[in-house]
């Protein structure tokens, strides 16, 4: 498998017609009435997502002009015909799969080919085809069995978030490319919705002046997805693995909440909730666009279906949660007003919205896999972030300002019995390992569950191990249940068996130049039947 990703990443961003290695299995005629294309209309890479034990979606963009103003990446008005195969070799002498798919300009000529009928458990290879323009071989591995058959001894995986393009190099998914790895979470900030600066920061850059402001029209997310997808770090660990992915709030703008737009430093939100929805539905649009997304996750309008759950044989059940679409507003006007403590308590108070709270609950209590694992995007853990003991400081947009919330998906685990429940999530742009207890209050309280929060990819530019942030969260009694902290960029491997779980914290020590060196700064093990991380 090594020898076949790294001829794999070889490839990664070069158009393989130029290869000449391809041919089989491909017709031509009618069925491929596509325009010729003056420049590479796979500049944007290719992808797979949201592995099942028969298949995957694939996707692609067509964009030979990925930053044209107009968005539409130099495509004409009209749609185009795209053809996709899988096989299972490289060089697809193989192959299994083949079909055809409407790249519209509707949807920016992207396309979503969801793929089916394939064996549970093994390595494919992929590729598109258009008006004579081949596509970059990408490589998915589908899920085991569901039923158990071939009893799955182990899976490995990564998980990363926050990938601020303007503020780091990708160097990290280099290194996450060349991983042993089956899939790659995601868990939200893929995009910054900000101006990315007259230079374009560290990058270097220098940009149309619709990308220094922010985004707030389909065309302005369109092409900030497409400046981030051109980096062919981000493309190579796209093409290595299938992803599975959801949204924080950057994608469509700092810490929105259903309906509720952030509020702006002169208190008021920065638009009435009809000209927020609206923005809402275009940054929606383009995230289907640009990412590996099934059917029943693309937008309608400025609503969409991104909780969902994939299994993986009898070894893991992964809930992946939209923990912005449905929350309350943040207490506190943002923090911005005094006495938000008791309305932070409120128990009518949800993260989640019933619904999704209702159908986690339900689907990992009645789970028999081994591990349920929860793709998560803000801390769950209780974190007091001022030492002084007379004062309490706490995150309101992250679980600590939905405490009720917290109380009911922690209790709710420990009544149903849930087998090994393990938190992963981003947003802080720091590593925390943490045990999530019923009572954070109560030293003498249950663990229900171990949290291990990732650091950014690159947001908050070069890191530390330890910050002053890190500093104050670790101060003796202040947060007994934290266990570990770093302030470097980097991403979480994560490696189950049916016995247990470890997880190794890969970083970089700077992203504001390319090039960095990845170690790993911390392993930690969760034993199957007993909740708490054990530091290696």
């Known amino acids: 498998m090594e020898i076949s990703r790294r001829r794999l990443l070889g490839t990664a961003g070069v158009t393989t017609a130029a290869l000449g290695l391809f041919g089989a299995g491909l017709s031509g005629g009618a069925a491929w009435a596509a325009p010729r294309y003056a420049d590479d209309p796979y500049r944007l890479g290719v992808a797979?997502?949201?592995?099942?034990?028969?298949?995957?979606?694939?996707?692609?963009?067509?964009?030979?002009?990925?930053?044209?103003?107009?968005?539409?990446?130099?495509?004409?008005?009209?749609?185009?015909?795209?053809?996709?195969?899988?096989?299972?070799?490289?060089?697809?002498?193989?192959?299994?799969?083949?079909?055809?798919?409407?790249?519209?300009?509707?949807?920016?000529?992207?396309?979503?080919?969801?793929?089916?009928?394939?064996?549970?458990?093994?390595?494919?290879?992929?590729?598109?085809?258009?008006?004579?323009?081949?596509?970059?071989?990408?490589?998915?591995?589908?899920?085991?069995?569901?039923?158990?058959?071939?009893?799955?001894?182990?899976?490995?995986?990564?998980f990363a978030s926050c990938q601020c393009w303007y503020e780091g190099f990708y160097t990290a998914y280099r290194h996450m490319a060349a991983e042993d790895l089956d899939f790659v979470v995601h868990l939200g900030d893929y995009l910054y919705e900000n101006g990315v600066g007259a230079t374009a920061g560290v990058r270097g850059m220098t940009l149309d002046a619709s990308f220094q402001r922010e985004t707030y029209t389909?065309?302005?997310?369109?092409?900030?997805?497409?400046?981030?997808?051109?980096?062919?770090?981000?493309?190579?660990?796209?093409?290595?693995?299938?992803?599975?992915l959801t949204w924080d709030d950057h994608e469509?703008?700092?810490?929105?909440?259903?309906?509720?737009?952030?509020?702006?430093?002169?208190?008021?939100?920065?638009?009435?909730?009809?000209?927020?929805?609206?923005?809402?539905a275009s940054a929606m649009q383009a995230y289907y666009e640009h990412l590996p997304l099934r059917l029943p996750q693309k937008p309608q309008g400025d609503r969409a279906r991104m909780y969902r759950r994939l299994g993986f044989g009898s070894l893991l059940d992964l809930h992946v949660?939209?923990?912005r679409s449905h929350r309350d507003d943040q207490v506190g006007g943002d923090g911005t007003k005094p006495g938000f403590d008791a309305e932070r308590r409120d128990p009518s108070r949800t993260m989640l919205g019933a619904e999704q709270e209702r159908w986690l609950l339900d689907?990992?209590?009645?789970?028999?896999?081994?591990?349920?694992?929860?793709?998560?995007?803000?801390?769950?853990?209780?974190?007091?972030?001022?030492?002084?003991?007379?004062?309490?400081?706490?995150?309101?947009?992250?679980?600590?300002?939905?405490t009720a919330a917290r109380d009911r998906l922690l209790t709710g685990f420990h009544?149903?019995?849930?087998?090994?429940?393990?938190?992963?999530?981003?947003?802080?742009?720091?590593?925390?390992?943490?045990?999530?207890?019923?009572?954070?209050?109560?030293?003498?309280?249950?663990?229900?569950?171990?949290?291990?929060?990732g650091t950014s990819l690159t947001s908050g530019k070069d890191g530390a191990a330890m910050d002053t942030v890190g500093r104050n969260w670790l101060t003796e009694g202040v947060n007994p249940h934290l266990k570990w902290h770093n302030a470097q960029r980097g991403y979480t491997r994560i490696r189950l068996t049916h016995r247990e779980l470890r997880a190794d914290y890969r970083v970089v020590p700077y992203v504001t130049s390319p090039g960095?060196?990845?170690?790993?700064?911390?392993?930690?093990?969760v034993e199957a039947g007993r909740a708490g991380a054990l530091q290696l």
Not at 433 to 438: G, I, Q, R, T
Request: net charge negative; charged share 25%; hydrophobic share 40%.
């Open 321 to 323: 949660l939209d923990s």
């Open 48 to 158: 797979a997502g949201d592995p099942t034990a028969d298949g995957f979606v694939l996707w692609t963009r067509l964009a030979p002009d990925p930053l044209a103003l107009d968005s539409r990446g130099g495509m004409p008005e009209r749609k185009v015909s795209v053809a996709w195969q899988v096989a299972t070799d490289e060089h697809f002498r193989h192959v299994v799969r083949s079909g055809r798919a409407w790249a519209v300009p509707e949807l920016a000529h992207s396309v979503h080919a969801e793929v089916t009928g394939l064996r549970p458990d093994r390595e494919y290879f992929y590729r598109f085809r258009t008006g004579g323009a081949i596509s970059p071989v990408g490589r998915a591995r589908t899920a085991p069995d569901p039923r158990g058959h071939g009893r799955l001894a182990a899976t490995s995986f990564a």
């Open 363 to 402: 689907g990992a209590g009645r789970s028999r896999a081994t591990w349920n694992v929860l793709a998560n995007q803000t801390l769950v853990a209780q974190v007091d972030q001022n030492p002084d003991p007379e004062i309490l400081s706490s995150g309101l947009d992250m679980w600590d300002g939905y």
């Open 252 to 280: 469509i703008e700092n810490n929105w909440a259903g309906d509720v737009a952030q509020i702006d430093g002169d208190g008021f939100p920065d638009a009435d909730t009809a000209a927020f929805k609206a923005r809402k």
């Open 218 to 244: 389909l065309a302005e997310y369109r092409n900030r997805y497409a400046l981030t997808k051109l980096d062919t770090d981000l493309q190579a660990a796209h093409a290595a693995f299938a992803w599975i």
């Open 516 to 525: 960095a060196p990845v170690e790993t700064a911390g392993s930690f093990l």
């Open 415 to 453: 009544e149903r019995g849930v087998n090994n429940p393990v938190v992963l999530t981003g947003d802080i742009h720091r590593s925390v390992v943490a045990d999530l207890k019923l009572d954070f209050d109560d030293p003498a309280s249950p663990v229900v569950a171990t949290e291990f929060a």
